[in-house]
């Protein structure tokens, strides 16, 4: 299988992450500085986790 030989679906995971972050969270850095898009850049992956954590169903084991 070609997909696997060239890593293809880690690729795809990534791609899937980065459109999910710029179709929520906007598609461009505001801040100018390096170290501030950095510190923005993990802002908007924070916020992201954690409105998928908040999605999330809570299963419980019955029995």
């Known amino acids: 299988m070609w997909k696997k030989k060239v890593g293809y679906h880690r690729r795809s995971v990534a791609e899937t992450a980065m459109f999910r972050i710029k179709t929520l969270l906007g598609g461009h850095l505001r801040l100018r500085d390096y170290e501030a898009q950095v510190g923005e850049a993990m802002a908007m992956v924070k916020a992201l986790n954690r409105m998928t954590l908040l999605g ?4 419980v084991r019955i029995g």
Do not use: C, E, K, L
């Not at 999330?56 to 299963?59: A, D, N, Q, R």
């Open 56 to 59: 999330m169903p809570h299963s």
